[in-house]
C-alpha cells in the first residue's frame, strides 16, 4: 500500500456546515444502498460476455478495498479466504478469492456479471443493488489482488520487461521495438475483461511456446498477474495521476499584533471516493507562500491543504480542479491561541425530545462560534484532567450521556454538574458542531429539562414528541410555532433565542408512567394532535425551516432522531425495519464525517464500518423477506 502522510484534520476545515455535508452523505448513501424497497432477487441473467460493460477509467484495488470491506469481507473474509462472519450461515461455501488455480480460470468480466447480478444459488446478492457499475469493478480490482500479492508481480513485471516487452511494449500496448504485425493490447479493458490468466496461458504457448520455456509455473502465473494489472490497478499502487494542476497560495497570520510566520511545513492531500491517494508537503517561504504544481485536474479527486502551527491544525474546505480551472489560490489562516473564551457563542441549539415509560429521551445539536482572532485551547477547571474549551448545556440529571465523536472520561469530561468539551476552538462562525444524546429519568408523570447555558445562543429549537393529554411549559424565551412531522411522529415545536448566557426549562406533564405502555404503540389508538399555537399564515415559512436551515434539518430528522439506538419494545414491522435500515444509513454518514474530519484513524473508521454495513446488509435482507411475505399475502388474498 502506498504511504501517506497523515495528520489530524480540523473539524472547521471542511464545508462550512458539516450538518449539510452529513445530510448529503446520508442521502448519497440512501441513493447508493438503494430506495429501501423491498424487491426479490431475481435469477441472473445469461452471461453474455458482449453484454458486459467496460470500466469507464482503469480500476482501483485501492479504491475497491473500502467496498470489499462493506460488502464482501463478511462473507469472502478479509483475505478472500471464505472465512468472513456470516459464511458459516450459507448453504453453498463462498467462493474463495485466495485461491490461485481457481482465480486463474476465472475471467474479469464473468465475475463483473457475478457481482452485479448475484450468484444463481441466491447466496451471493445482486450487488447492482447496492452499486453501480464502477463500484463494482473497483471492488473486482481488490479481489483480483487477493490471489497473488505485490511482490509476485514484481517479478513478474521483472520478467516481462526482459523476456516480453521488446515486442509488447513496456505499457503492454503492443508496440515494441521488435514488435511485427499486429500485436495483442494488453490495455484494452474491452478485450482483457473476457480472458481468463488460463487463456492468456494457452495464447503464449500456442504464439511462441519457446519464450518463457525455461520459467517455472510460479514465475509464468507471476508474468500473467503483471499483465493483467495493464488494466486495472492493485491496492499497493496509487489511482492518482499528475496533470497540469496547480494549488498555490499564502499561510498568513490570523491573529492582529501577532508575530509573523516562520517557514512552515504545508501538506495537500487528494482523495478519490473518499480515500486517500496522494499525499505532497512543501515548506512555506519567508512570506508564508507555498504552490504545489503537475497534479491532477480531474474533478473526481478532491484536495484537502493543511498545516500545523502552534500544535493545532488549520486548512481548508474540500477543493478541486478541472481542466477549464486548473489553477487555485487559496489562503490559509492560522491563529495564536489562548485560554480566552469570551468570543465563544452558540449558532445554534436544537432539542429532539422523546418519551418512553419513566424517562425523556434527548438528542441534542449544537454549533459553536469563536469570534475572537485566537484559538481557544481551554483551562483547567475543578474535576477535569485536561483543560476545557467548552461547557455544553447538559441538565444535571442527565444520564447515558454520550457523543457522536467522544465519550465522557476522554475528549468530554465531567466536572460537578457541567460537561466540558476539551477540543481546541478556531476561530470561525462554524467552528464546532457537536452532536449529543441523553436520558432524563423521572418518577411519575412529569420532568423537567434544564439546562444552564454558558453563551448567547442565536437560534433554539425545541422539538418534542407529542403524547395523548401531553402538557408543557417552556421559559417565555422560547414561543410556540406550531407542529411538524417528522418521520410520520407528531412533534410540538418552539423557538427562540438567548441574548446572554441564561437557564433555559422545558416541563412536561402527563407523561407515560414507569410501567404503562406507551399508547403510541398501539395501531388502534388514535393519537390526537394538539396544536399549542395558531396556524402561521399561509405565506410564511415555517419556523422550524427558517431557523434550522435545510441542512440542518435534515440532520436533525436523520440523524439526531435515528442516531442513538433508542427504540420502543413492540412487534417488529416493515416500517420498523425501514426506520432500523434509515438510522444506519445515518449512521455510516456519521462515521464517513468522522473520519473525513480527522476525528477517525482508518483502522478504526474501517472496523467501524464494516459492522454498520453488515448490520445494514441484514436489514435490508429483512425488509426484502417481510415485502415478499406482504405481497405474498396480499397475492393470496
Not at 461455501?93 to 475471467?107: F, G, Q, W
Not at 491573529?255 to 471516493?273: F, G, K, R
Not at 439526531?560 to 433508542?566: F, P, V
Amino acid at each position: 500500500m502506498p504511504s501517506f502522510a497523515w495528520f489530524t484534520i480540523p473539524a472547521g476545515c471542511f464545508p462550512s456546515d458539516r450538518t449539510l455535508r452529513s445530510s448529503l452523505l446520508a442521502i448519497f448513501a440512501a441513493l447508493w444502498l438503494g430506495t429501501g424497497q423491498a424487491v426479490a432477487q431475481p435469477l441472473p441473467p445469461p452471461y453474455v460476455a458482449a453484454e458486459v460493460p467496460v470500466p469507464a477509467s482503469k480500476p482501483s484495488g485501492l479504491l475497491g478495498a473500502t467496498l470489499y470491506q462493506q460488502n464482501c469481507e463478511p462473507c469472502h473474509g478479509p483475505q478472500g479466504a471464505g472465512d468472513g462472519p456470516q459464511a458459516a450461515a450459507l448453504d453453498v461455501s463462498p467462493k474463495r478469492l485466495d485461491d490461485a488455480v481457481a482465480m486463474h480460470e476465472l475471467a474479469p468480466a464473468v465475475s463483473f456479471h457475478q457481482a452485479k447480478y448475484g450468484s444463481e444459488s441466491g447466496a451471493m446478492p445482486a450487488f447492482s443493488t447496492f452499486l453501480n457499475d464502477e463500484q463494482i469493478w473497483q471492488v473486482l480490482a481488490y479481489t483480483w489482488s487477493l490471489h497473488t500479492s505485490e511482490q509476485n508481480v514484481k517479478v513478474g513485471s521483472e520478467l516481462y520487461a526482459q523476456q516480453c516487452a521488446a515486442c509488447h511494449g513496456v505499457t503492454g500496448r503492443g508496440d515494441g521495438p521488435d514488435a511485427e504485425g499486429q500485436l495483442v493490447d494488453f490495455t484494452d479493458r474491452k478485450a482483457m475483461n473476457v480472458r481468463s490468466l488460463r487463456n492468456m496461458d494457452d495464447a503464449w504457448r500456442a504464439a511462441h511456446a519457446e519464450i518463457g520455456a525455461d520459467m517455472s509455473e510460479e514465475h509464468r502465473w507471476a508474468v500473467l498477474d503483471a499483465v493483467r494489472t495493464f488494466t486495472y490497478s492493485p491496492p499497493w499502487q496509487s489511482p492518482f495521476e499528475p496533470g497540469n494542476g496547480t494549488i498555490d497560495g499564502q499561510i498568513v497570520q490570523g491573529t492582529a499584533n501577532a508575530d509573523a510566520l516562520a517557514p512552515q511545513e504545508v501538506s495537500l492531500m487528494a482523495y478519490m471516493s473518499f480515500t486517500p491517494v496522494a499525499t505532497f508537503t512543501t515548506t512555506t517561504d519567508v512570506d508564508g507562500g507555498f504552490a504545489f504544481e503537475n497534479l491532477s485536474a480531474d474533478p473526481d479527486v478532491v484536495y484537502f491543504l493543511g498545516t500545523r502551527y502552534g500544535g493545532i491544525s488549520y486548512g481548508t474546505d474540500l477543493i478541486s480542479l478541472s481542466e477549464i480551472s486548473p489553477t487555485l489560490t487559496i489562503e490559509v489562516a492560522v491563529y495564536e491561541t489562548s485560554s480566552d473564551d469570551s468570543g465563544l457563542r452558540l449558532t445554534r441549539v436544537h432539542w429532539l425530545v422523546d418519551h418512553a415509560p419513566g424517562q425523556l429521551r434527548v438528542r441534542q445539536v449544537v454549533g459553536v462560534a469563536n469570534d475572537l482572532d485566537t484559538t481557544v485551547t481551554g483551562r483547567l477547571v475543578d474535576g477535569s484532567d485536561a483543560p476545557v474549551t467548552l461547557a455544553l448545556p447538559v441538565p444535571a440529571n442527565a444520564t447515558d450521556v454520550e457523543f457522536q465523536d467522544g465519550a465522557l472520561g476522554g475528549r468530554y469530561q465531567r466536572a460537578g454538574d457541567l460537561i466540558y468539551d476539551t477540543t481546541p476552538i478556531r476561530p470561525g462562525p462554524q467552528s464546532r458542531q457537536v452532536l449529543i444524546g441523553y436520558t432524563i429519568p423521572y418518577s411519575n408523570t412529569a420532568a423537567s429539562l434544564v439546562a444552564d447555558f454558558a453563551y448567547p445562543v442565536e437560534s433554539m429549537n425545541v422539538l418534542v414528541a407529542d403524547l395523548p393529554g401531553l402538557a408543557i411549559s417552556t421559559t417565555a424565551l422560547l414561543e410556540a410555532v406550531g407542529n411538524q412531522t417528522v418521520q410520520g411522529n407528531p412533534y410540538r415545536v418552539w423557538t427562540g433565542q438567548l441574548a446572554q448566557a441564561q437557564r433555559v426549562e422545558v416541563t412536561l406533564a402527563n407523561l407515560i408512567p414507569v410501567g404503562e405502555i406507551d399508547l403510541r404503540d398501539e395501531p388502534a389508538v388514535e393519537t390526537p394532535f394538539v396544536a399549542p399555537a395558531p396556524p402561521l399564515p399561509p405565506a410564511t415559512i415555517s419556523p422550524i425551516f427558517a431557523a434550522l436551515g435545510i441542512g440542518a434539518l435534515v440532520l436533525v430528522i436523520g440523524s439526531a432522531i435515528l442516531y442513538w439506538r433508542y427504540s420502543r419494545d413492540k412487534q417488529e414491522t416493515l416500517a420498523q425495519v425501514a426506520d432500523e435500515r434509515e438510522h444506519l444509513l445515518t449512521e455510516i454518514a456519521a462515521l464517513d464525517d468522522r473520519h473525513a474530519t480527522g476525528a477517525l484513524d482508518d483502522e478504526q473508521w474501517s472496523a467501524e464500518r464494516v459492522v454498520l454495513m453488515n448490520r445494514l446488509r441484514m436489514v435490508t435482507a429483512k425488509m426484502e423477506r417481510m415485502g415478499a411475505a406482504q405481497r405474498g399475502a396480499g397475492n393470496r388474498g
